[in-house]
């Protein structure tokens, strides 16, 4: 809930100065990126979509969860101890996240379609991923997967443990940061890429490399620009991501971010005149 509300204050600031990402050819969005990819694609105004994450915390259907990142990481480390490689890894945490008890799976799915403006895939490419509960496999769905909006977007923000796995078609998914907090690689082969990162880590896989994996793949033929939280923000989300009191915070820390990044993003995005 934190990185949602910490994107949208990047993304607005920088469509207030003018340099406007919602722009973008492709979005990829990862657990809270696939929320915000589906808010920025929708055509709502940015600035309507700050102003829910500025709301106080109770005027939201969102609920809080207890979560530890750093006790996640530990007892996440020692489920994948001796796992053979990345896929077997990812199936390890897919197998507990489907034998935790969890809120129902329709409970969740209410909250995660109160968060989306619109129900229908955007005409622009959008790209959601999630992980196959069972086989560790990467998911990316688009307009043209046949999967619901709410279903993909259920399947990519659902934390393993702490949330359902999401089920779509006859399979049920995980947090798509099961693979990669950006999986930004699935951005290869264009020119310029920015990546707004809540976290750059492994996220919910021990043996991920996260991001630093991915910027090999994209550096020799892209123009990258990554975007994460400073001290300040850091501050503002605080040490668990899914309370929504941190909502209003963690979007001003954003926002002030965008502002001061205006200059940075300006000088490798094209103007919308270019595109």
Same mark, same amino acid.
């Given at each position: 809930?934190?990185?949602?509300?910490?994107?949208?204050?990047?993304?607005?600031?920088?469509?207030?100065?003018?340099?406007?990402?919602?722009?973008?050819?492709?979005?990829?969005?990862?657990?809270?990126?696939?929320?915000?990819?589906?808010?920025?694609?929708?055509?709502?105004?940015?600035?309507?979509?700050?102003?829910?994450?500025?709301?106080?915390?109770?005027?939201?259907?969102?609920?809080?969860?207890?979560?530890?990142?750093?006790?996640?990481?530990?007892?996440?480390?020692?489920?994948?101890?001796?796992?053979?490689?990345?896929?077997?890894? %990812?199936?390890?945490?897919?197998?507990?996240?489907?034998?935790?008890?969890?809120?129902?799976?329709?409970? %969740?799915?209410?909250?995660?379609?109160?968060?989306?403006?619109?129900?229908?895939?955007?005409?622009?490419?959008?790209?959601?991923?999630?992980?196959?509960?069972?086989?560790?496999?990467?998911?990316?769905?688009?307009?043209?997967?046949?999967?619901?909006?709410?279903?993909?977007?259920?399947?990519?923000?659902?934390?393993?443990?702490?949330?359902?796995?999401?089920?779509?078609?006859?399979?049920?998914?995980?947090?798509?940061?099961?693979?990669?907090?950006?999986?930004?690689?699935?951005?290869?082969?264009?020119?310029?890429?920015?990546?707004?990162?809540?976290?750059?880590?492994?996220?919910?896989?021990?043996?991920?490399?996260?991001?630093?994996?991915?910027?090999?793949?994209?550096?020799?033929?892209?123009?990258?620009?990554?975007?994460?939280?400073?001290?300040?923000?850091?501050?503002?989300?605080?040490?668990?991501?899914?309370?929504?009191?941190?909502?209003?915070?963690?979007? %001003?820390?954003?926002?002030?971010?965008?502002?001061?990044?205006?200059?940075?993003? %300006?000088?490798?995005?094209?103007?919308?005149?270019?595109?």
């Amino acid at each position: 809930m934190t990185g949602i509300a910490w994107e949208l204050g990047v993304l607005q600031a920088l469509q207030e100065t003018g340099v406007d990402l919602t722009g973008a050819d492709l979005v990829v969005g990862t657990s809270a990126g696939s929320v915000v990819a589906v808010q920025a694609t929708s055509g709502i105004g940015l600035h309507h979509l700050l102003a829910d994450q500025l709301a106080p915390a109770g005027a939201s259907q969102e609920v809080k969860a207890v979560f530890d990142p750093q006790h996640a990481a530990a007892a996440l480390t020692k489920l994948t101890e001796g796992a053979h490689d990345e896929r077997e890894t %990812r199936a390890r945490i897919g197998a507990m996240a489907l034998a935790a008890h969890t809120v129902p799976e329709a409970e %969740r799915m209410r909250t995660i379609q109160a968060r989306l403006p619109v129900d229908t895939w955007p005409a622009r490419r959008l790209l959601i991923t999630a992980v196959d509960a069972q086989t560790g496999d990467l998911a990316v769905w688009d307009g043209t997967s046949g999967v619901p909006l709410a279903s993909a977007v259920a399947a990519s923000c659902a934390v393993p443990g702490i949330w359902p796995p999401a089920t779509v078609g006859r399979r049920r998914y995980v947090d798509g940061s099961v693979r990669s907090t950006t999986n930004a690689d699935l951005a290869l082969g264009h020119d310029v890429v920015v990546v707004l990162a809540p976290d750059t880590g492994p996220g919910l896989n021990p043996a991920s490399q996260g991001l630093a994996g991915e910027m090999p793949l994209l550096r020799p033929h892209s123009q990258v620009l990554v975007i994460t939280p400073d001290d300040a923000a850091l501050d503002a989300i605080g040490p668990n991501p899914l309370d929504p009191a941190r909502r209003p915070a963690s979007a %001003r820390q954003g926002r002030r971010q965008g502002m001061a990044l205006t200059g940075t993003v %300006r000088n490798i995005w094209p103007a919308a005149t270019d595109r």
